[in-house]
């Protein structure tokens, strides 16, 4: 029998899908944590240079978002003897592993080649990077159909992507230097670190390939046609409301993607980022593993509003307290990983419950281009988060080698801070209007 198509029980299915995030959410996190460091630090961009940046990632990102409904709409359609979504993760993952490689070995050319360079590789690793995410998504709702064990697995998946996104935010740094031979970091050792990192991740991600099946479901010798693909999903309220108080809340992902270049500013140094990041890390995860038992007391609806405005008000208590005393802003920092946490679990289960919703409605189950839109408002959140922190980057005039003001210090931490305290209210709105047919 093929030993990719054999049957494997539930309990390798569930570790083989949270190691295989573990790998892919380890690549991930790298690449947008440390890119604009490295680009700045190691790549020697301008400020000019930095705006083009800003608006390469943007326009790459937003490009992605709009491509993943696409690329769920191509796996819909997709019959093979393995499934529709597992051979996607099978091809993905060695071009997402080089590509993610070539982000990070920029060659030493004139600054219009290096930002040449980088928005091809860019554009072409977000491409990558959607083939393999949103096939993974959808298998996770198709290989566990029931909602309890789903949500485990969800939870832990979110947990173990903190704990990845915790070493690789932690160890990346010091890998590199490790890799420049022992001094400090420099590009070759970042390109090193970073080509090891994403070969392992990538190779660790193909386990949701080999040791998972989708669940079977009867063949009724029709096939899913765009049309009833883009109708059925429209008809889905509840998941479109998920998708726009995700977007309003793109606030939260704003210390991931600037947090490596807001230390620099506000510290001196890009490893007091190691504290920052452990700490919303550590918040993160303890708050994924946890989330499942909040959800026995309360509704997915009431735990993602209410861990919301929490997170509104501690954005808020962190910017009006500053950033002079760290000891502070690492509490702060952590209180607000544990509502990311929240928000990661909660999120990806109503999306979840709402397949199973429109499914029971219309007949018709849409996995892949309804779990494109987790990936298509992740990639949509963290695009805005880097266009308003490159913004304010652009704005205070920051670039490698210049006099750092206190001035500078506080429109930084104006994006740090105060742009996610706004965002998380506003976000709670579309979040109110979320229902099910069957369930609040």
């Known amino acids: 029998m093929d030993l990719v198509s054999a049957p494997v029980s539930a309990r390798k299915q569930h570790v083989s899908v949270v190691v295989a995030g573990f790998g892919q959410n380890f690549i991930l996190t790298t690449v947008t944590t440390f890119i604009l460091v490295y680009l700045l630090q190691y790549a020697h961009i301008t400020v000019a240079g930095m705006a083009v940046v800003t608006g390469i990632l943007t326009a790459t990102k937003i490009f992605d978002a709009v491509s993943d409904p696409i690329m769920g709409s191509v796996i819909d359609k997709t019959r093979t003897r393995w499934g529709k979504m597992r051979p996607f993760i099978l091809f993905s993952a060695f071009p997402v592993a080089l590509l993610t490689t070539l982000l990070f070995a920029v060659p030493d050319l004139p600054e219009a080649g290096k930002l040449t360079f980088f928005g091809v590789v860019f554009f072409l690793w977000g491409i990558s990077y959607t083939a393999c995410d949103v096939p993974y998504w959808g298998l996770i709702g198709s290989a566990f159909p029931d909602t309890t064990e789903r949500t485990g697995v969800i939870s832990q998946v979110r947990a173990y992507g903190g704990i990845s996104l915790g070493i690789a935010t932690l160890g990346m740094p010091w890998l590199a230097k490790l890799m420049s031979g022992g001094g400090d970091a420099t590009a070759t050792g970042w390109s090193l670190a970073v080509g090891i990192s994403a070969f ?59 947090g490596a270049v807001f230390v620099i500013i506000a510290y001196g140094s890009e490893t007091t980022f190691t504290f920052v990041g452990a700490a919303v890390i550590l918040g993160l995860v303890l708050a994924s593993f946890g989330t499942p038992l909040l959800m026995k007391r309360l509704s997915s609806k009431r735990l993602m509003i209410s861990s919301t405005l929490v997170a509104s008000l501690l954005y808020l208590g962190m910017y009006l307290a500053g950033f002079a005393n760290l000891v502070a802003v690492l509490v702060f920092i952590f209180l607000t990983g544990l509502t990311l ?84 209210l506003v976000s709670v709105i579309p979040f109110a209007f979320y229902r099910l047919s069957r369930t609040d």
């Open 200 to 258: 392992v991740g990538m190779t660790l991600y193909l386990l949701a390939f080999v040791n998972t099946r989708e669940k079977a479901r009867p063949d009724t010798g029709e096939r899913l046609t765009l049309r009833v693909l883009f109708t059925t999903l429209g008809k889905n309220t509840p998941l479109l409301l998920v998708l726009l108080g995700s977007v309003l809340g793109f606030g939260r992902y704003l210390v991931q993607a600037g």
């Open 341 to 424: 946490g929240i928000f990661g679990v909660v999120q990806t289960t109503m999306i979840a419950d709402a397949v199973d919703d429109v499914e029971r409605r219309t007949g018709v189950r849409n996995d892949g281009i309804s779990f494109s839109t987790l990936t298509f408002v992740s990639k949509i959140m963290n695009a805005l988060a880097v266009l308003v922190f490159g913004s304010f980057v652009v704005l205070a005039r920051y670039q490698d080698g210049v006099v750092i003001t206190h001035t500078m210090q506080q429109v930084v931490w104006a994006g740090i801070a105060l742009v996610p305290a706004v965002s998380c």
